[in-house]
């Protein structure tokens, strides 16, 4: 077996790589960028090299500076993660000439599947069911349309190196095209140095299911059952799932023998995903190939009990994968959750900054559950701009679908993180949301369920009274503890006070208490409007989890101090909350409400970003819809478009320009 191997990747992915090795007995070797310096997979392997500036370009994306490290290190092999250089055959073909084992495919199959234009042609050659299109390299903008018209509306518009929804637009009209064309090509472009893009038939209503595949050298291949990739945002994933709630045995035995048919016709070898999207009808077509380990993979290792890393390993060393098809068996079920640093609350846009705070769930087994958590970050980590945005991938599995979705509710409630915006929020409330549940899925989940962007939901009343009490056992706990204090000056006198009133948003509701004292544990009955519950927690002052139970409901909630008050955000809830005297509460209601400030006037910048374009100027009558600027942020264009009729009165940034979240790009008249 190897003895030192090295990762060319960094983040999640390359913790996730050292933590086989360290299993398998292997030293590990780590690169780094600049911003990189003090990351935790530096951390966790036994050697690192510095390769470069903080742009990709400039350091994972050199393959000189990964082949110079090896050397350097002695490292036999090299593990290329996903993105970066792991679906480069270039980079496979010069390690070769170095002498250095890649951990991935042979050259010959990532030139055949790694590009989405040949792989199609390969597979179609192969008689593998493809989604109609032109394969053919798209010239311009005119090109584009011609091509769209002919295959018929909606058309989609994808990079041919491209990945992780990266260079990929629907075109619904002609008008959809041109624009599609410029922003997919643009990204490529930025994102993989290869602007060529290709059209296809966009399927309505699909599923996006993948099959997973693993090979070894000797012509043995398996297909290790399916995922469900079908919750995405703009084309990316969001939540993945291992097996897919829609396909029966028939189909998914049809869709893995087609994969091992297709990695055999390539003499496929290693880890690698066979990509279908399917219909209403379970009609399935080859969108694609990944030749390299996919982000999900973890729902797979996890209904498989089979560590995919290691198996990649072991294959490039030359071993033959030691079990069969048949030996193959999916157990339960998982579900992974990608957490990313961007605010739902503004169309999911990306955010910057320093993790004040981390504090992921326990991992390990609970009950029949259990919980998986890859990350590459810490408490104190700064999430840049030069990188993909992911902060963790949250995993969890139970015996069925519905108790691997609620394990996973519970892990994301008890999930805190500080210092920037992220995805939390939305994903806590996808868990409950009963489409998801019924597993009535498509790659439109997202834009259908949620047209208007995502918003905090609204407590019900029986959510609302829960609520309450859990911040009034705060309340009082806090104040017990403060009577406690050595040095008052002046304790509280008498009994409890019985009655107290909770404001939750702009409602006010009472609470009675009936029995029970302030201890730690808590545990007290209270009446919430005309309902009675014994509420019990082991909580104390500056945790950041509530955990507990109201009446007979178990309830894990995020608790954050505010000014004379609190906030808990629970199953994508996020409320603010006060706790009244009767008399506090009458005084309260009195309280002028403060407006904010009028910002209709300007566009203010969505997202801490580099402007690429701004596509107006002063004194200009713009239209709505028309394009006022661009926006890029983690390798993503975002286009800020017109609201209304206007008219630019001033213009304070330029293109090449770094902004903060919220700073003023344009102001109109």
Excluded at 16 to 35: H, N
Aim: net charge negative.
């Amino acid at each position: 077996m190897f003895k030192k191997i090295l990762i060319a990747n960094r983040g999640e992915i390359a913790c996730r790589v050292i933590k086989s090795a360290r299993r398998m007995g292997i030293l590990t070797v780590a690169v780094y960028s600049d911003v990189d310096r003090d990351a935790l997979h530096v951390e966790m392997a036994d050697e690192s090299v510095h390769i470069g500036p903080a742009p990709a370009a400039e350091s994972y994306l050199i393959a000189d500076k990964i082949i110079a490290a090896c050397k350097e290190t002695g490292a036999e092999a090299v593990h290329p993660g996903y993105g970066f250089l792991s679906e480069r055959a270039s980079f496979c073909a010069a390690l070769e000439k170095e002498g250095i084992v890649f951990i991935g495919p042979k050259p010959k199959a990532i030139e055949a599947m790694g590009d989405k234009i040949e792989s199609k042609k390969f597979a179609n050659a192969a008689k593998v069911s493809t989604v109609p299109g032109h394969l053919g390299i798209i010239e311009d903008g005119d090109h584009a349309e011609k091509i769209a018209a002919e295959i018929g509306y909606p058309v989609m518009i994808k990079a041919s190196a491209g990945g992780g929804g990266k260079g990929m637009r629907i075109a619904w009209s002609k008008d959809e095209v041109r624009d599609g064309f410029d922003r997919a090509r643009s990204e490529a472009r930025s994102s993989f140095g290869d602007d060529r893009v290709f059209i296809e038939k966009f399927v309505v209503d699909p599923r996006h299911i993948e099959i997973q595949v693993l090979a070894d050298g000797h012509g043995n291949v398996v297909y290790l059952g399916e995922r469900e990739c079908s919750i995405q945002r703009r084309n990316q994933k969001v939540v993945e799932e291992a097996p897919s709630p829609f396909l029966d045995e028939a189909t998914r035995k049809a869709m893995g023998e087609q994969s091992v048919a297709l990695a055999k016709a390539v003499d496929y070898q290693s880890a690698g995903t066979v990509e279908f999207i399917v219909d209403r009808d379970r009609n399935f077509y080859f969108l694609e190939m990944n030749t390299r380990l996919q982000v999900e993979h973890p729902v797979t290792e996890l209904v498989t009990g089979i560590d995919l890393v290691e198996q990649m390993i072991r294959v490039a060393f030359g071993e033959k994968l030691p079990f069969k098809q048949e030996d193959i068996k999916l157990n339960g079920w998982a579900v992974e959750s990608r957490l990313y640093a961007e605010d739902p609350y503004r169309n999911f846009l990306p955010s910057i900054g320093r993790l004040t705070r981390y504090r992921p769930p326990r991992e390990g087994k609970s009950g029949k559950s259990i919980v998986r958590n890859d990350t590459g970050v810490f408490e104190g980590a700064e999430i840049s701009m030069y990188y993909d945005p992911m902060i963790a991938k949250l995993c969890t599995w139970a015996p069925s679908r519905l108790e691997a979705i609620e394990a996973m509710g519970e892990a994301l409630d008890g999930f805190v993180v500080d210092g920037i915006e992220h995805n939390m929020p939305f994903l806590s409330a996808l868990m409950k949301h009963p489409r998801w549940r019924e597993g009535r899925l498509s790659t439109g989940f997202i834009a259908e369920e949620y047209p208007e962007g995502f918003t905090p939901a609204a407590p019900d009343e029986n959510q609302a009274a829960m609520l309450a009490a859990v911040a009034l056992s705060c309340n009082l706990i806090e104040s017990g503890r403060r009577e406690r204090y050595a040095d008052r000056l002046r304790p509280a006198a008498g009994p409890l006070r019985d009655e107290w009133v909770v404001k939750l948003g702009t409602d006010y509701l009472p609470v009675t208490l009936l029995e029970g004292v302030v201890t730690i544990p808590f545990e007290m009955d209270m009446r919430i409007g005309d309902e009675t519950a014994t509420v019990a927690t082991d909580w104390r002052p500056g945790d950041a989890v509530w955990v507990g139970s109201v009446g007979s409901r178990k309830l894990t909630a995020q608790i954050r101090p505010l000014l004379n008050g609190l906030r808990i955000d629970w199953q994508g809830i996020s409320v603010r909350l006060k706790v009244f005297t009767p008399r506090q509460a009458e005084l309260d209601r009195l309280m002028p409400i403060k407006l904010p400030p009028d910002t209709s006037k300007l566009l203010l910048c969505p997202m801490p970003g580099l402007v690429v374009a701004i596509a107006v100027a002063e004194g200009q009558e713009v239209k709505a819809g028309e394009t006022l600027a661009i926006v890029e942020a983690m390798k993503m264009e975002n286009v800020l478009r017109a609201e209304r009729d206007l008219v630019v009165s001033k213009i304070n940034a330029k293109a090449g320009e770094s902004l903060a979240v919220d700073a003023v790009i344009m102001e109109f008249a």
